[in-house]
């Protein structure tokens, strides 16, 4: 069938004398295509003019009715019942309608392209009109983009009780080639959005210029035209792999017509695919994922023309040479916990125990990060504050750096977590005497805890004195039997006022309430 431009282009070459040959090139139409227009404009005997009035539509029906079109002896396709199927998909499809059911029951009917033209044709005779969209140029190598689809399918069977489960697929696809991953998760927390994304980018093996995700709640923490906040965990990944983080333009459908597009691909051709077996695993249903998903990237693009050809070919042809290669190692995957301000305990909990970060953080907000072996703890900027092995014992439960503690903070915990076989071996640096005095301070009481402070305040006066001066001390305490803190301070304010006097110095005494240095043998 032509167009009217064409058949009354025909008619007016010819009546002017113009030959065949021209004929053809001028509307790239074959011989028998001028004979036919010829024909049957003598057989209608409406004068050119006359023609030219008429609306093209007419023209066309005239010259082209619809009894004599190629394909008249064909059933047509009942769009009634194909639109009903349609409409019970959950993500329609109409090239997977065709392939399957039309062209199964009709091997010799429409072919897709057609069958497209009468769909449409049946969409706008009973329920409207056509939208518009404005093209856009892919650059190879410079997008991924990323989703999840909207379809959450059954397909993970419990091999004890036969229940079928919801499964999440996650999804990119790179701009110019069109060449998609695909990866099945429980669930679309954020550990599982940052490993597909680390796992596609190890699929195709070299990295974008820019991360596009969807506005997906899990990936960006806010966004507008003008500004993009990025959550703690992108941030990584874009320092890890020098890339940039993008969104798509916010209230606008279309400008991420990629994705969604094969989203919905993926929607009708991975997930009907999948329908086929029975998977009583996440990981038996990624082996068959990422067969289909090789055979996807395999197929050519239905338009012939198009010289990408498929979509393996144009990744490796036009991609993949302008992307940057990974980086040496690989991604540690976190599971991150956001805290809008640090307790006044300066302990973050996760997974039952409580880390520690240094306590003039307290107040502020940070976030948390979590590898199977390690704790890492930011601020809100992403800068790192400290990191602690992650603990998996039940006991203790708060884990602590005694450089993140308050001065006060750390001698009451020297204070409180020694025994007396600690002040024993504290009291031997300075010789046997204090050994005795610390012995017998222990034992003046009936609990040994309860001399702990006294121990520790009488070993902690001992700071920057001589030994000899210390021993001499606990010495006269010994000897008087009076092994108390307040005897040995006098004796040892005595001894040291004597020093001083002998050389000419000045020294006093610490309160050990204020001292807040190491132990004197550590």
Not at 49 to 61: F, T, W
Not at 443 to 456: D, G, I, L, P, T
């Amino acid at each position: 069938m032509q167009s009217y431009s064409t058949i009354i282009g025909v008619i007016e070459l010819r009546q002017s004398g113009v030959g065949y040959r021209t004929t053809k090139k001028r509307y790239n139409i074959g011989n028998s295509t001028i004979t036919l227009i010829m024909n049957r404009f003598q057989e209608l005997g409406i004068p050119l003019d006359e023609l030219k009035a008429m609306p093209p539509k007419k023209v066309e029906e005239s010259f082209y009715p619809p009894e004599n079109l190629r394909h008249a002896d064909k059933e047509p396709p009942d769009f009634f019942k194909i639109h009903q199927q349609m409409l019970a998909m959950d993500t329609p499809d109409l090239s997977f309608v065709w392939m399957e059911y039309y062209k199964k029951e009709k091997p010799n009917g429409y072919q897709l392209s057609q069958f497209y033209k009468l769909y449409g044709d049946f969409l706008k005779e009973n329920f409207g009109q056509d939208s518009v969209s404005m093209p856009v140029e892919r650059i190879p190598g410079e997008k991924m983009y990323i989703d999840w689809v909207g379809n959450q399918p059954e397909l993970l069977t419990d091999p004890a009780t036969g229940e079928i489960r919801k499964v999440h697929v996650f999804a990119t696809t790179l701009g110019f080639s069109s060449c998609v991953y695909a990866e099945i998760f429980a669930d679309e927390k954020l550990p599982n959005f940052i490993s597909g994304v680390v796992h596609a980018l190890e699929y195709y093996g070299a990295i974008p210029k820019y991360l596009v995700p969807d506005n997906l709640r899990t990936a960006i923490s806010k966004h507008s035209k003008d500004e993009l906040t990025l959550n703690s965990a992108f941030s990584d990944l874009e320092d890890f792999y020098d890339t940039i983080v993008l969104p798509p333009p916010p209230r606008k459908p279309r400008g991420k017509s990629t994705v969604e597009n094969h989203v919905r691909f993926l929607e009708t051709h991975l997930i009907e695919r999948l329908k086929d077996g029975v998977y009583t695993s996440i990981e038996a249903l990624n082996r068959k994922t990422q067969k289909i998903i090789a055979a996807i990237n395999q197929d050519g693009f239905r338009n012939k023309n198009d010289i990408r050809q498929t979509r393996s070919y144009a990744f490796e042809t036009y991609d993949k040479p302008r992307m940057k290669p990974l980086p040496f190692g690989s991604f540690t995957t976190c599971d991150y916990r956001y805290f809008l301000r640090v307790p006044d305990n300066y302990h973050l909990e996760y997974d039952g125990h409580y880390y520690s970060v240094l306590y003039t953080h307290h107040g502020k907000p940070a976030m948390l990060k979590a590898t199977m072996s390690e704790i890492r703890i930011c601020d809100e900027n992403n800068r790192l504050l400290c990191t602690h092995a992650r603990s998996y014992k039940d006991f203790p439960r708060y884990i602590t750096d005694d450089s993140h503690m308050p001065p006060e903070h750390r001698y009451y915990k020297e204070l409180n977590m020694h025994d007396g076989a600690y002040y024993r071996r504290w009291a031997s640096v300075y010789g046997e005497p204090m050994v005795i005095l610390i012995d017998r301070v222990l034992r003046s009481v009936k609990h040994e805890e309860q001399a702990y402070n006294s121990c520790k305040g009488i070993l902690h006066m001992c700071n920057d004195v001589p030994r000899h001066v210390v021993a001499e001390a606990a010495q006269t305490c010994v000897d008087a039997s009076a092994c108390k803190y307040s005897y040995f301070k006098k004796a040892l304010s005595r001894l040291v006022n004597h020093e001083s006097d002998k050389d000419g110095t000045s020294r006093h005494l610490p309160e050990h309430e204020n001292i807040r240095g190491r132990d004197s043998y550590q």
